[in-house]
C-alpha cells in the first residue's frame, strides 16, 4: 500500500467521520410556522399535528421565533402541560427567538409564558427518541389506574393539513456544503493517484 493510498483511506475516514457528526443535527422550527403563537381557528391543532410528525434527537434543537415582548415559551411538567398551570416553569424563554437544545431523552412539554394562551392550545408535548429510535413510554399511567382520569384526550386530527405548513426541518449545519466538499476531496486523491 503506497502512501498515497494510506492518505487517501486517512482522508475518506475523516469525511466520513465528518458526515456522521455533522449532518444529523437538526433545528426544528416548532410549528413550521414563522410565529409561536396562539393557533388560529383554521389550524387549531398546529402543534399537536407538528409533534406527530416531527420526532427530535438528542443534539437537535427547537427554534420557537415570535415577536419579543409579545409572547414567551415556558419548559413545563407534564402535570403543568395538562392543566396549564404557568408556575415554577422549568425553563422561561422570551427573547423572541429561543433555541432549546435537546440534551437528553424523554417526553418534554412547553408552553406559552403568558396566561389564556395555554389554554388555547398554544402548547407542545414533543418526544425525543432513543438513538435506537424507539420512544420512552408515557409516563403517564397505563388504563384503569388513579393517574388516568386526568390523561388528557388529545384529538386525533386525520384532516386536511396545508402543504405549506408541512416543510421540512432545516439542518443545523449543511450537509450539502460538507458532501460537496467530500466529494471533491475523493476526486481528487483518485486523480492524484
Ligand atoms: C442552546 O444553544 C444555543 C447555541 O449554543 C444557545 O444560544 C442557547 O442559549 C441554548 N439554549 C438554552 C435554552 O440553553
Ligand atoms: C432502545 O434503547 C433504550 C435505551 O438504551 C432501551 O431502553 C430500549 O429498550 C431500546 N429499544 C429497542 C427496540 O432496542
Redesign the pocket.
Known amino acids: 500500500m503506497g502512501p498515497k493510498y494510506q492518505l487517501f483511506l486517512a482522508i475518506q475516514f475523516l469525511v466520513l467521520l465528518f458526515l456522521q457528526t455533522n449532518v444529523i443535527c437538526y433545528q426544528f422550527k416548532v410549528g413550521n410556522m414563522n410565529a409561536w403563537g396562539i393557533p388560529t381557528s383554521a389550524n387549531p391543532n398546529v402543534y399537536t399535528n407538528w409533534a406527530k410528525k416531527y420526532h427530535p434527537k438528542i443534539g437537535d434543537?427547537l427554534l420557537f421565533l415570535y415577536p419579543p415582548g409579545e409572547d414567551s415559551v415556558i419548559q413545563v411538567t407534564e402535570q403543568s402541560f395538562i392543566s396549564c398551570n404557568l408556575k415554577d416553569p422549568i425553563?422561561y424563554?422570551n427573547n423572541g427567538n429561543s433555541?432549546?437544545?435537546v440534551t437528553s431523552e424523554g417526553r418534554y412539554f412547553f408552553t406559552s409564558g403568558e396566561p389564556g394562551h395555554c389554554e388555547k392550545r398554544q402548547k407542545l408535548a414533543v418526544s425525543v427518541l432513543f438513538a435506537n429510535g424507539s420512544a420512552l413510554p408515557p409516563s403517564y399511567a397505563p388504563e384503569g389506574s388513579a393517574a388516568d382520569s386526568s390523561t388528557p384526550s388529545y384529538p386525533t386530527v386525520f384532516g386536511y393539513v396545508p402543504l405549506k405548513s408541512m416543510s421540512s426541518p432545516v439542518p443545523a449545519f449543511s450537509s450539502k456544503i460538507a458532501a460537496a466538499i467530500g466529494v471533491i476531496i475523493f476526486a481528487a486523491i483518485n486523480y492524484a493517484m
Open positions: 434543537s425553563l424563554m433555541l432549546f437544545n
